[in-house]
């Protein structure tokens, strides 16, 4: 069965240092990746999406890699800070979207240390 | 613009009652999603709508879950007979069109059922 796999404890990484989240997949051969921002009490919320080729995407602090060979995603946030501390979600896609189109992981939880 | 609302936000209910909740997703937003979310869990799918098609049900839990949509507007999730393992937060997601992938999600329903 599909297995997304996100580092379940949480990441505490200091001010201004780059944050590095981990998302690894098995049986499953997505066609794009998503990530998401969730905080307490909150819905998700979409930051980036990278499709199967394309290797890497950026968005002003944020940098997402995915590497289909390893089957994995690397999501990284540059110069952080504080408010940056909150869960991140892997979310892989199927071509088709719709229904069976995203399945999530169950997210790391990030600590930025001022 | 207004983005996916939930009411209620919190329900507590006892066993064995039914509840609904209710989604209204971003106008114009053709798909609907519902997801639930245990505490410490991922994001587990439970119906998808498009349009004016047939929903996917294939995620709910049991035949006590059902869900409506209303065209392509307000969407309501029924729990019937509730148990206590149906505590969690339901969320609800709309995007533009599911190729467009991106989903945008309401703040979520905190259901208790003691």
């Known amino acids: 069965s599909q297995k997304i796999e996100q580092n379940s404890e949480a990441l505490n990484i200091q001010e201004g240092k780059t944050a590095t989240l981990t998302c690894n997949y098995t049986?499953?051969?997505?066609?794009?990746l998503q990530w998401y921002r969730q905080d307490p009490g909150r819905g998700p919320v979409f930051l980036l999406l990278i499709r199967e080729n394309e290797k890497e995407k950026r968005k002003e602090r944020l940098k997402v890699t995915f590497d289909t060979t390893l089957k994995q995603s690397l999501f990284h946030i540059t110069a952080s800070q504080p408010a940056d501390s909150a869960t991140y979600l892997c979310?892989?896609?199927?071509?088709?979207?719709?229904?069976?189109?995203?399945?999530f992981g169950k997210g790391t939880h990030l600590i930025i240390q001022p | 613009g207004a983005g996916v609302s939930q009411s209620p936000s919190n329900k507590v209910t006892e066993k064995g009652k039914d509840v609904e909740l209710r989604c209204d997703p971003i106008?114009?937003?053709?798909?609907l999603y519902w997801y639930r979310q245990r505490l410490g869990q991922g994001l587990e799918f439970l119906i998808y709508?498009?349009?004016?098609?047939?929903?996917?049900k294939s995620g709910l839990p049991s035949d006590r879950f059902s869900a409506e949509r209303t065209g392509e507007s307000v969407s309501t999730l029924t729990i019937q007979r509730t148990q206590q393992e149906d505590s969690a937060v339901y969320l609800c997601a709309s995007s533009l069109e599911p190729s467009m992938r991106e989903q945008y999600f309401g703040p979520g329903t905190r259901l208790t059922v003691t």
């Open positions: 709508f498009q349009g004016n098609s047939a929903p996917d």
């Open positions: 106008s114009g937003h053709t798909a």
């Open positions: 979310a892989l896609g199927a071509s088709g979207g719709g229904a069976d189109g995203l399945t």
């Open positions: 049986n499953y051969s997505p066609a794009y």
